[in-house]
């Protein structure tokens, strides 16, 4: 299974992985581990969903950010390895949505991520997830997905 091919077609490319918003690492590679530090549904530099879903977002707009955040995942990932050759699979994905009072669809919304890097890395895509809906997010983003992936040494 070639993660590119199959970003390709989903009418997809890989971005160039987002630079932290602040004094900390993207990624940091530790032995069998990669730890990525919170992904938001950046697109050619800017943030493309901001607010709170359930308020000046809907679920479907929530869905798609958390599939853009998923794509920097994807750009994290290959930028920091060289590529997906050495990722055995993600072990864990930790969803965030800003979220109106009252509304409670995240785990509708964290699908979109889900379902974007499973489509992408196939069995390698699967993972443990927990959903987390604060009222806000840094940058006032609407998702945040902060991730953990089993890799092979090199």
Excluded: C
């Amino acid at each position: 299974m070639d993660p590119l091919l199959n970003l390709r077609e989903l009418g997809l490319t890989l971005p160039a992985a987002p630079r932290p918003a602040g004094n900390y690492a993207a990624a940091v590679l530790s032995g069998g581990w990669l730890h990525l530090s919170g992904q938001f549904p950046f697109l050619d530099g800017r943030l493309a969903y901001t607010g709170r879903v359930g308020a000046e977002l809907t679920e479907q707009d929530g869905y798609q950010a958390a599939r853009l955040a998923a794509l920097n995942v994807l750009a994290q990932i290959h930028a920091v390895m060289g590529g997906f050759d050495r990722l055995e699979r993600l072990v864990r994905v930790e969803g965030h949505v800003a979220a109106a009072p009252g509304w409670f669809g995240a785990p509708k919304v964290l699908d979109g991520a889900s379902d974007l890097l499973v489509q992408v890395l196939g069995p390698r895509g699967g993972h443990v997830r927990s959903a987390f809906t604060p009222a806000s997010l840094p940058l006032n983003s609407a998702v945040e997905l902060v991730v953990i992936a089993a890799v092979r040494e090199s």
